[in-house]
Structure formats: structure tokens, C-alpha cells
């Protein structure tokens, strides 16, 4: 079995469709496509567009055998394996829209997992649902009970009949997909994203994003469940014609030079993945695995998904230089699910570029006061390095806006605001939380602070609370949930958020107010939390009981995240960089 070609025999078109379905309806006429490894690197199915779409349109006839109504939700669990594809695609010619499920990885109890699955089935209002054989028991047991018309394997699907209908594929102003990637595992949100929506992005990342090129070839180990992952390397090299070479995200923690193997081995050019990606990479690799590694065709290395710092992608770099890695190939970029995905990149070929700036004034003033390292002013205050995240692509209108709504200027941090035709038309059945970030005249509330920098966007924290923990969103009212969910601790009592160590990581920190004094039952309420949030969410997490009061309240009386995170610091030392 070989991998589909790097070098297709039809013309590039970046992107240029009106639909997904028309995209790989043109794919289909050339040789390029999916391909799927093993853990070991073995190529295990290879998945040509002009295959996927003869078989995603077979596919699509059988789902309609099931009376489904147009529109209807398709669950998928979103494992990285060809018949996600299948099924996906499907959706497109059938007048379905596909919903990506998280996979349940990093969750430890299976009935945590189970409680995620059925939220996001009920929220979205599946009529059918599909898992490989991996998760599939997890699917059938959220399932129970909702009243779906199908749940099951994907050959339970491919042995229904064929429909006499003829298909009519998802059209340019119907949802091309939902998306719960940045929601919380509690209140989770679907993203509504629409074909038009999707398109325009897609053709904004292939052209002025990375310009795509003839000869490219993306390898990718990014969820499918994720926006990245989704559309920045599944569906955008799609719509590109690029062969693409996948992998699990499991086989990549577990086997990082498999990444980099794959790049080598094939000749890969595009590859992205969020900066915990690059910097494990460099810890796990053993100077004997970098022997025989050839990394000079990677020339796109996108970073992006969680705050960017320099110094691990420095030591990737440094380590990777033997096997042809060059830095210039690293392009930070911002984008969220909201926006269907990229909203900037960095210039091509050009590396990282940081601002140094003073980190006291930016948090008591919003001013952005450069500092030069050769200057003494550098020595004499607390400074805080950034990466420039590039240019908005030109489909954008951005502002930063101060907490009055006005717009600021060079020289001053903010909410970054956008509008575009890339952008979410809101959150599936859920009007309020719409309203909450999506104005009626189209701008979107990123929740992100940033500043302009010569005309590039850099992003200096969230207004939104919003932790992230090695790529993964994680929302500060789902672990206050699980601490208000033990006996003891009251609504209100429990406050999270988000600090960095000294090796500039994200940490999530969860405090409680109690009045318990006893040293043994504060040692066993804290291993309690801390399991209980290990379990639910797969993360670790500093917790620390502290006395009634100590927490600090808004106007309205709710824990303030900023404010007890100040508290917090205080307590420390400030042991973390604020």
C-alpha cells in the first residue's frame, strides 16, 4: 500500500468553492488525498478524494434511508480514522449536519465521559449517532434513552439500503457543521458555523494565511473534534487538494518523534500544533532519534491554540537544527472555533518576532510600554515578553476596544473585537449566550486581550477566564462545579483560575473557602478536590482552603476570578507570573 501523491495531476484551487461538497467534488478529480498511520508508522488505509467522495456519496444515500429531515444532527465521536471522514462527508451530500464528539482520552471515569457525551447529544439534538468500536459502548450508554433513531458502528450504517432520494448536498447558507471545541464540559456551546462561513476561511488560509503551493503535503495528529485539527488540516488541505498523512493525537503524547518521522519520511511541508507540541517534542527526543531526520521541507510550522512562549519553540528549534529544522518555518497564529478558525498568521518565512514590554504598567493601565534590553529601565522593572500572532487576514475588520466599548489605538491593550464573513452566526439553541458575544450588527466579543503592534495582533491574555491546559480549554465554572458538587462547600465558595509557573506553563488553581481548621481534614478535603477534578477533567490542579471571607466578590456578589487570583499570588509570594 503506498500513500496518495504529494504532486497532484489537476490545477491548485486554494479554497476557492462555494461548498465543502463542491471543494471535494473538484479534489475527486485529481490523485491526492488521506492517508492513516499506526502507532508504529505503519500505513494502514489510504483514502483518495476521488474514493472519499464516491464513498461518502454511497454513504449518503443510506443515511436518507432513515426519513431523516434536512438539517438533521449526524453525532459523530471523532476518532482519527477514515470512517469520521466517511461519515462527515456524507453529511454534506446528504443535507446533513455533521457534530463532532469529543473523544473521552482525557478523562479518567468512563461515567464522567458518558455525562459529556449525553449533554453534547441532547444539546444538539442528534438523530443519529456513530463510534467506531473504540468508544462506541460509551455512545450507546449516553444515548439511552433520547429517543435517537439510530445509534451504532459505522457498518450498521453502511448495511442499511440504499434511498431512492436524490441528494441535494448542504448549499452555501446552511450549516456546514457544529463545533463544541472551545465550549465547557458542563455548559458546553455548539458553534454554528455555515458553508459560506467555512469557505471563506478556508480560502483565506490556503492563499494570504500560509500560501499554499503546489508540491505541499501536510502530516497532522490534531483531534478532529478540534477546530485545528478540523478545518485547519482536514478540511482546509481538502479544499486545497493536499495529501495529508494523519495520525491519533494518543499515538502522538505517547510517541512524539512519530510526528517528526512522518514529516521526514514523506516529505511533509505543512504541519501545526499548539506550543505544548513543540516543546514536548523537545523533551521527549533523544539525540540518537533526531539521527536520520530530514526537516528541511517543513517550511509551514503553525503554532496557536493557547498562548505562544518563545522560549519552548527556542529549544525545539535548537533541538531539531541537526535534522535541517529551520526557526523561520514557525508561524504563530490566532483563531478561535467562533471564527470557524484563523483570523491571523504570522508572515511566512519569517520566524518569531516578541515585543518585551512593561509588565506592571500593561496590568495597571492597558498602556504598551516597550523596553529594551540593553536599556537599565529593563533591569529596573517586571517585564513580559509576547509573540506577535501576524497580520488579520484581509476578510476581517478588528478593533480593540477598552471596557467602555471605546477604540483604542497603538499603544493601548484591549478586547479584541472582530467581524467577518468567516465568523459563527451563533451558538446552536442557545440565544443568550449568543447575545452575550455576538452583536446584532455582526461583531464578535473574543473574550482575548491583545494591542497592535505595526499593524500585527498580539495577544496578552484572556478577559474570559478561559484556562488552558497543554492546548485544552478548560473553563474555570466546571471545576467550581465539581467543588460545589461536595457536601460542605456552598455555591459561591469555590473560586478557579489560571496562573503560570516559573517555567512560564498554565496551571489551573482552584480555591475553597471553608471553615475547617483541622490540618488532617483540609490534607483530606484537598486530596478529595483534587482527585475529583483529575477524574472529571484530566487535568492536575493546585487546590488550597482558605478561610471564609478570603475570597474577593464582585459588585453582584460572585467570586471574582482576577481579583482572588491577586489574593492568591499575594499568599504565594508571587511564586507565579502575573
Known amino acids: 500500500m503506498d500513500p496518495t501523491p504529494t504532486l497532484n495531476t489537476v490545477p491548485l484551487k ?7 461538497a463542491l471543494a471535494l467534488d473538484y479534489a475527486a478529480t485529481g490523485e491526492t488525498g488521506f492517508n492513516f498511520y499506526s502507532r508504529r508508522g505503519e500505513l494502514y488505509d489510504v483514502l483518495p478524494y476521488s474514493r472519499l467522495k464516491a464513498e461518502a456519496m454511497e454513504l449518503a444515500s443510506r443515511l436518507l434511508s432513515l426519513d431523516l429531515e434536512r438539517n438533521s444532527r449526524v453525532a459523530l465521536v471523532a476518532t482519527t480514522h477514515p470512517e469520521f471522514v466517511r461519515f ?5 451530500y446528504a443535507g446533513l449536519i455533521p457534530v463532532p464528539l469529543p473523544l473521552g482520552t482525557h478523562l479518567n471515569g468512563s461515567e464522567a465521559y458518558i455525562g459529556q457525551l449525553r449533554r453534547l447529544l441532547t444539546i444538539c439534538g442528534a438523530d443519529i449517532a456513530v463510534s467506531t468500536p473504540d468508544f462506541l459502548d460509551f455512545l450507546l450508554k449516553a444515548s439511552d434513552g433520547l429517543g435517537m433513531k439510530m445509534t451504532g458502528p459505522p457498518e450498521d ?22 463545533q463544541f471545541t472551545s465550549g465547557s464540559t458542563r455548559f458546553p456551546k455548539g458553534v454554528m458555523i455555515t458553508q459560506a462561513a467555512v469557505m471563506n476561511n478556508l480560502s483565506a488560509i490556503a492563499g494570504p494565511g500560509i500560501k499554499v503551493r503546489e508540491g505541499d503535503r501536510a ?15 482536514l478540511l482546509a488541505s481538502m479544499a486545497s487538494q493536499l495529501s495529508v498523512d494523519f495520525f491519533s493525537t494518543i499515538d502522538f503524547v505517547m510517541r512524539p518523534r512519530l510526528w517528526l518521522k512522518l ?28 539521527e536520520g531526520l530530514d526537516l528541511s521541507s517543513w517550511r509551514i510550522a503553525g503554532i496557536g491554540a493557547e498562548m505562544i512562549r518563545k522560549q519552548s519553540l527556542d529549544k525545539f528549534a535548537k533541538c531539531l537544527k541537526p535534522a535541517g529544522f529551520s526557526p523561520k518555518a514557525f508561524i504563530p497564529c490566532y483563531g478561535m472555533a467562533e471564527c470557524s478558525l484563523a483570523v491571523t498568521f504570522a508572515p511566512v518565512n519569517s520566524g518569531i518576532t516578541t515585543d518585551t514590554i512593561d509588565a506592571e504598567r500593561l496590568a495597571e493601565t492597558n498602556d504598551v510600554v516597550y523596553l529594551n534590553e540593553n536599556d537599565e529601565q529593563h533591569e529596573a522593572v517586571r517585564a513580559n515578553t509576547f509573540v ?43 440565544a443568550e449566550a449568543t447575545a452575550e458575544v455576538l452583536s446584532k450588527n455582526g461583531w464578535l466579543n473574543t473574550g482575548d486581550m491583545a494591542y497592535w503592534s505595526d499593524g500585527e495582533i498580539v495577544i496578552t491574555g484572556r478577559s474570559k477566564d478561559l484556562i488552558i491546559i497543554n492546548g485544552r480549554n478548560i473553563w474555570p465554572q466546571d471545576i467550581e462545579y465539581l467543588a ?4 460542605g462547600i456552598r455555591a459561591g465558595d469555590a473560586c478557579a483560575f489560571s496562573c503560570t509557573d516559573s517555567n512560564g506553563l498554565e496551571e489551573a488553581v482552584l480555591l475553597v473557602q471553608s471553615k475547617i481548621t483541622d490540618v488532617a481534614e483540609k490534607a483530606r478535603r484537598v486530596e478529595e478536590l483534587k482527585r475529583l477534578v483529575r477524574q472529571e477533567l484530566g487535568i492536575e490542579c493546585i487546590v488550597e482552603i482558605v ?7 464582585t459588585t453582584s456578589g460572585k467570586p471574582s476570578r482576577s481579583g482572588s487570583r491577586k489574593v492568591y499570588l499575594a499568599m504565594n509570594g508571587e511564586k507565579a507570573a502575573a
Open 88 to 92: 462527515f462527508f456524507a453529511c454534506q
Open 14 to 20: 486554494t479554497g476557492t468553492f462555494d461548498t465543502l
Open 263 to 290: 514529516i521526514s519520511d514523506n516529505r511533509a511541508s505543512i504541519s501545526f500544533g499548539p506550543p505544548f507540541s513543540y516543546e514536548l517534542s523537545a523533551m521527549r527526543l533523544k539525540p540518537h532519534e533526531i
Open 484 to 487: 460545589e458538587s461536595i457536601d
Open 388 to 430: 506577535r500572532c501576524g497580520r488579520p487576514l484581509p476578510t476581517f475588520e478588528v478593533e480593540i476596544r477598552d471596557a467602555e466599548g471605546k477604540i483604542l489605538s497603538e499603544g493601548k491593550c484591549g478586547t479584541l473585537f472582530l467581524r467577518g464573513p468567516s465568523i459563527m452566526t451563533g451558538y446552536f439553541a442557545d
Open 157 to 178: 450504517f453502511h448495511a442499511l439500503p440504499t434511498s431512492t432520494q436524490k441528494l441535494h448536498p448542504l448549499e452555501p447558507h446552511e450549516l456546514a457543521y457544529l
Open 219 to 233: 502530516v497532522s495528529w490534531l483531534p478532529f473534534y478540534h477546530d485545528m485539527g478540523l478545518v485547519g488540516l
Open 547 to 553: 478561610p471564609k471571607n478570603t475570597l474577593v466578590r
